[in-house]
């Protein structure tokens, strides 16, 4: 059928057109993602979707979900608080940077597991790490000392920071942080109360000193030991 010349195909709005992608743009997307969802909430798919496309236009910033987050991780890095250098403060230097640490992988629900088995090279990661390790040398601990205890403080840090965003659903269903340590306690001290005294005389005898206590400060008695126990290797 011929089309009259006096009708006209409708014309289609058209559509603004798509601020170009950036690495940064992406990393922030992601990083939103997984404050809401966790790291099993990002994907490729789940990051371009909140720009409105497809996969493969991140794909020219970011090789992989692999690569994504080691993004994520180091920008997160990049939050913690690095103080300028104090020698005669070395030890509270490097408790500062531990607990800023802590509390920014912290929230950023389960990140800290994108850290776990790998070894951190980007620009904000290496800059905490040279940080404590100068801090560290400027007390008189030994070079090569000062580079494996960094290795160890950060592994505790991350270590715990990811432990906690596994409990922190099931704080969440008790309401509350007191509530869900308080059920939890008095659980466990019930169970270590019954146990076979002849087998584990210990923990039945201290039930309520291994259930006492909350996350933070456990973190702090652990982070106190490992610090203080640098002590014996200070050689000025």
Not at 43 to 57: C, I, L
Not at 137 to 153: E, F, H, K, L, T
Request: hydrophobic residues 45%.
């Amino acid at each position: 059928m011929k089309e009259s010349p006096f009708l006209r195909r409708a014309i289609k709005p058209q559509r603004p057109a798509k601020n170009p992608l950036g690495r940064d743009q992406i990393v922030q997307a992601a990083l939103r993602i997984v404050k809401a969802e966790g790291i099993d909430g990002v994907s490729m798919r789940r990051v371009a979707a909140e720009f409105d496309t497809g996969p493969s236009s991140l794909y020219a910033h970011v090789t992989n979900k692999d690569e994504l987050l080691q993004l994520m991780f180091d920008e997160v890095c990049g939050m913690m608080e690095i103080p300028a250098l104090d020698p005669p403060r070395w030890k509270e230097q490097v408790l500062e940077i531990a607990r800023t640490s802590h509390n920014v992988l912290l929230d950023h629900n389960d990140l800290a597991r994108a850290a776990l088995a790998t070894i951190p090279t980007g620009p904000n990661a290496l800059r905490a790490s040279d940080a404590m390790i100068g801090m560290m040398v400027s007390g008189g601990v030994p070079p090569q000392i000062a580079a494996w205890a960094m290795d160890r403080i950060f592994l505790y840090i991350t270590a715990d920071a990811y432990e906690m965003s596994i409990w922190r659903g099931a704080v969440t269903e008790a309401g509350t942080e007191e509530a869900f340590t308080t059920q939890l306690s008095d659980d466990l001290v019930a169970y270590f109360e019954q146990v076979p005294e002849d087998l584990y005389p210990n923990i039945r005898r201290y039930a309520r000193e291994m259930a006492s206590g909350g996350a933070e400060a456990r973190f702090e008695l652990g982070l106190a030991m490992l610090v203080d126990g640098l002590d014996k290797y200070v050689t000025k």
